[in-house]
């Protein structure tokens, strides 16, 4: 069973950096795509970005040009890179692994960026 931690979330202000890690353990699969979700108070969870085996990346249109995305070559591990951070950044960011039915949630980071 795949257990993700995530760590790195913190306070920052506006324009700021925070660099977030999920280590995944448990039998992670090249053929997995993980990624980080966020969810602010009151709102749905979302997408915030996706890496693929291949490293193939996705991004929501929100934190494009901002965040980047990364996974170690031993597929166990992402990275998000978070620039130029703004306050609607704040919520509290889940990592994710997906591998065909199967899903894996981690327990959540929270991100809060102040004006």
């Known amino acids: 069973q795949v257990q993700l931690v995530e760590s790195g979330g913190g306070l920052v202000q506006a324009g700021g950096s925070l660099k977030l890690t999920c280590s995944g353990s448990?039998?992670?699969?090249?053929?997995?795509?993980m990624g980080w979700y966020r969810q602010a108070p009151g709102k749905e969870r979302e997408l915030v970005a996706t890496v693929t085996g291949h490293s193939a990346t996705n991004y929501a249109e929100s934190v494009k040009g901002r965040f980047r995305i990364s996974r170690t070559t031993n597929w166990s591990t992402i990275f998000l890179q978070m620039n130029s951070l703004k306050p609607e950044d704040t919520g509290v960011y889940y990592c994710?692994?997906?591998?065909?039915?199967?899903?894996?949630w981690g327990q959540g980071t929270q991100v809060t960026v102040y004006a």
């Open positions: 994710n692994y997906r591998r065909i039915t199967y899903e894996a």
């Open positions: 448990g039998g992670i699969s090249r053929l997995s795509v």
